[in-house]
T-cell receptor
Framework: GAVVSQHPSRVICKSGTSVKIECRSL??????MFWYRQFPKQSLMLMAT?????????EQGVEKDKFLINHASLTLSTLTVTSAHPEDSSFYIC???????????FGSGTRLTVV | AQSVTQLDSHVSVSEGTPVLLRCNYS??????LFWYVQHPNKGLQLLLK??????LVKGINGFEAEFKKSETSFHLTKPSAHMSDAAEYFC???????????FGAGTTVTVRA
């Protein structure tokens, strides 16, 4: 089946540094990718929608300058958390839309800890 | 706008007994509905989806859900719980012709031996 590979699975970084998270579609072309954030014991909150070759669409309240999304190819989308702070610590998950029949596949998630 | 309410934040069952996870939705248009399962520190796995075909939907691992438009519900059931069913479950809605998913708050399932 369609697989999205998300890396890294865990990352610890120092406050003020930037972290890049990658999501690659392994056996299909992902025209649309979604990025979610999940706090402990909470649901997934959509951060942004990215379409290959165009600028990402951010949800209300999400800082586009802090969470940089690049979707330069049909198989790769990246989320860069810039100037990370402890409050950015969270679980980040990407998802790709598979087809018009509302098929989606999710990455395995990235646990970001900012110290 | 669409939204999802999962009526139980935590469900605890004994192994071998039925599981019921309740979900109500609101949507301005004919919705598509999903149930996903998430094991700790993992991504999400699709259990089943409803996209305006049969109202009783069968999924993986013995799960099924029934779409009831009159009750705006999409409850998830399994006749016999297994220890491996212990996880977080999300009910998800997206309206017709819109690909953004709206997630419920989640239901934590624990299974007692």
């Amino acid at each position: 089946g369609a697989v999205v590979s998300q890396h890294p699975s865990r990352v610890i970084c120092k406050s003020g540094t930037s972290v890049k998270i990658e999501c690659r579609s392994l056996d299909f072309q992902a025209t649309t990718m979604f990025w979610y954030r999940q706090f402990p014991k909470q649901s997934l909150m959509l951060m942004a929608t990215s379409n290959e070759g165009s600028k990402a669409t951010y949800e209300q309240g999400v800082e586009k300058d802090k969470f940089l999304i690049n979707h330069a190819s049909l198989t790769l989308s990246t989320l860069t958390v810039t100037s990370a702070h402890p409050e950015d610590s969270s679980f980040y998950i990407c998802s790709a839309r598979l087809d018009s029949n509302y098929g989606y596949t999710f990455g395995s998630g990235t646990r970001l800890t900012v110290v | 706008a669409q939204s999802v309410t999962q009526l139980d934040s935590h469900v605890s069952v004994s192994e071998g007994t039925p599981v019921l996870l309740r979900c109500n939705y609101s949507s301005s248009y004919s919705p598509s509905l999903f149930w996903y399962v998430q094991h700790p520190n993992k991504g999400l796995q699709l259990l089943l989806k409803y996209t305006s075909a049969a109202t009783l939907v069968k999924g993986i691992n013995g799960f099924e859900a029934e779409f009831k438009k009159s009750e705006t519900s999409f409850h998830l059931t399994k006749p016999s719980a297994h220890m491996s069913d212990a996880a977080e479950y999300f009910c998800v809605v997206t309206p017709f012709n819109d690909y953004k998913l709206s997630f419920g708050a989640g239901t934590t399932v624990t299974v007692r031996a």
